[in-house]
């Protein structure tokens, strides 16, 4: 029997509903004929731990995750609690110490969701965005001068490496090459008005592309290209963004197959020095923490791309089905798709599903 060690951290505010599904989904799983065992460990982290100790996590919790083959994480974020606290506190140490480069989501539209998009469905909704995780315009470098007088400024600098975008751009490439035909990929830039970091990155995807001559590239300024992902989304199959400008195209990625409580993310090592890490795009929305009816679509997602990861295809597909099935089927989904039922139902119905499944 296959055996693989998870670190559960479920967070805060809804963070702990969803994973509390998402466990028992690949409890669930496990429990299949020739199935395969999962070793939680499950570390309390979040914004109620940094109200006891001040911190987000443990001292040593950059240690104590090293060694586990995936991170299964819910959400941070609490009412009180700047942002910025649990972001630099948590999640972008995680993401950093364990290179996780990738920031991978899918824009796929599940069967029995409903795209805002009119006419829309699964067929022209396929499509994976890479955001480069590291490195960019989320840099901290910069700082503010002559505050409270007529010069005061502001200064932020965005830092592009070659070692860190020749990696995301040979990701990139490398899925578009499996995948698609033809094979396509769109790099999204700004080179017209950012002149030295963006050119820089366009001269590296075509350098890159040399290495994958079948792929063919277009690469689109970012404000065209978000337009595009409104009105022509089938022409897609991999698109490639720095840092800023992935995390606002796959906010606009999610919201086009059916919103938050849908959109699944993974933060991927793909070395495998590290640990990868998969959570739901979403926080930890406390205006329903508590209530019971988070939509744990995009935990159990994560979950199968977990799998996917871990090199079990077969079971990440049951789980996919499963999945589709009920929201599909409409009978036990949450308030946010119409439906009545809570988040422990929607999680049960999908575990039932898996059982007739396997
Ligand atoms: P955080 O500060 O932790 O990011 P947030 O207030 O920004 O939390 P989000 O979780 O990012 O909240 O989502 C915004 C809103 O979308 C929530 O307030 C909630 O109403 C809705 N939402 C988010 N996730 C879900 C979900 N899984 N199920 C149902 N509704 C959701
Ligand atoms: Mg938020």
């Known amino acids: 029997m296959r055996s693989y060690s998870i670190a559960l951290i479920p967070g805060d505010g ?12 690949l409890d669930t799983l496990c429990s299949l004929d020739g199935g395969i065992k999962m070793d939680y460990r499950t570390f309390d982290w979040g914004c109620e731990y940094y109200l006891k100790t001040g911190r ?46 990738i920031n991978l989501r899918p824009v796929k539209l599940l069967r029995g969701i409903q ?22 315009e989320y840099s901290s470098i910069g700082g503010r001068m002559y505050e409270g007088t007529e010069m005061d400024l502001a200064i932020q600098s965005a830092v592009f490496t070659k070692h860190g975008v020749e990696r995301v751009l040979r990701y990139a490439y490398s899925m578009a090459n499996k995948i698609g035909k033809p094979k396509r990929l769109t790099a999204a830039t700004k080179s017209n008005g950012i002149n030295h970091t963006m050119p820089f990155w366009d001269e590296y995807v075509r350098k890159i592309n040399l290495e994958y001559p079948e792929v063919e590239t277009e690469i689109t300024h970012i404000d065209a290209l978000a337009a595009f992902f409104v009105t ?19 906010d606009l990625g999610a919201a086009i197959v059916g919103g938050m409580g849908i959109a699944p993310s ?19 929305a406390p205006d329903i923490a508590g209530k019971g009816i988070a939509n744990p679509t995009a935990a159990i997602w994560c ?14 597909n049951i789980l996919m089905e499963a999945l589709q099935q009920v929201l ?8 946010d798709l119409g439906g009545t039922a809570t988040t422990v139902q929607f999680g049960e119905e999908v575990c039932g599903k898996i059982k007739r499944l396997g």
């Open 56 to 101: 987000m996590m443990s001292e040593t919790g950059l240690d104590e995750l090293k060694d586990v083959d995936s991170i299964y994480l819910g959400a941070v974020g609490y009412p009180g609690v700047p942002d910025h606290v649990s972001l630099w506190g948590l999640l972008l140490p995680i993401r950093r110490k364990f290179e996780q480069y």
């Open 266 to 284: 993974a933060n991927i090592n793909p070395d495998r020095k590290f640990p990868s890490m998969f959570e739901p795009v979403h926080g930890s």
């Open 303 to 316: 979950a199968g791309m977990m799998l996917e990861h871990l090199g079990e295809h077969a079971l990440a």
């Open 232 to 250: 022509k989304p089938d022409v897609f199959d991999v698109v490639v963004a720095s840092n800023l400008f992935g995390d606002i195209l796959t």
């Open 14 to 25: 809804i963070g702990i509903d969803v994973i509390k599904e998402g466990k028992k989904v």
């Open 328 to 335: 599909e089927e409409g009978r036990m989904v949450t308030p």
């Open 115 to 136: 795209s805002p998009l009119a006419g829309r469905t699964a067929e022209h909704l396929d499509f994976t965005v890479i955001r480069e995780n590291n490195e960019g």
